[in-house]
């Protein structure tokens, strides 16, 4: 992983001084930062990969606050490609930058592998199969040859995303995301969308999502898959 960080001018964030967190995170200083922030990977990205659509979503991660993920539009769906947020002053007073405030990110250099050698799988970074490493030469960027794999198995999921009385929507997209993998491993291949629905008299609403479950050495039995789903289902 790529990481960075920048840290402002003292000039510019005098106002920030003796704020509460909340006051912190409201003030003209935590804005400007975030703003300096997006503006300067949103750049990054440009330069990278070329102009490219892209979608900011809050997060969250133990050093930084607040928190966000930047995804691009790529190969007709949106992927991942790093996440950043302002830097917690605490972080700043044990690395003896207490004076100063900024913001850092950090690049999944993968993700970039993927689109530079137009890899589908990222799963596939971590597999013995000489049909793989044999493609690459260090210094040259090519694109991958696909080889034959093992067929998928496809399972789907529904449920409702908002509470019964309050009509709260709490889902978080890529929590769920997290979630399906943290509880099937490395078997998941890909999650989609495949249907929305808003109830017309109650207003809840729900989602239905295809998991695509494959292996990259060996054959997948329903009975195996179905076990994985229920514990997806149970959590």
């Known amino acids: 992983q790529m990481e960075g960080v920048k840290l402002m001018s ?40 070329g102009p490219t659509e892209k979608r900011w979503n809050e997060d969250f991660f133990p050093f930084t606050q607040p928190s966000f993920e930047l995804e691009i539009y790529h190969n007709d769906e949106w992927m991942e490609v790093l996440g950043c947020g302002v830097i917690h002053e605490q972080v700043l007073d044990l690395s003896n930058r207490s004076d100063r405030r900024g913001w850092a990110f950090g690049l999944g250099l993968e993700r970039l592998a993927m689109i530079l050698f137009k890899i589908p799988d990222i799963r596939l970074f971590w597999t013995e199969d000489e049909r793989f490493h044999r493609q690459f030469k260090e210094g040259k960027i090519v694109e991958f040859q696909p080889y034959s794999k093992f067929p998928p198995v496809f399972k789907d999921i529904a449920f409702w995303t908002n509470d019964e009385v309050t009509k709260k ?67």
């Open 10 to 49: 003292t000039e510019s964030m005098i106002g920030a001084d003796g704020l509460s967190d909340e006051q912190w995170l409201q003030s003209a200083e935590c804005q400007l930062i975030e703003a300096d922030l997006k503006a300067t990977l949103e750049g990054l990205m440009d330069h990278l990969f």
């Open 169 to 235: 929507d709490d889902f978080v997209e890529n929590d769920f995301f997290d979630l399906v993998r943290s509880t099937a491993g490395d078997l998941v291949e890909k999650i989609e969308l495949i249907d929305a629905f808003t109830h017309p008299k109650t207003g809840r609403s729900s989602r239905c999502y295809r998991i695509s479950y494959r292996s990259m050495d060996r054959n997948l039995t329903n009975e195996e898959i179905d076990e994985l789903q229920f514990k997806v289902r149970d959590e």
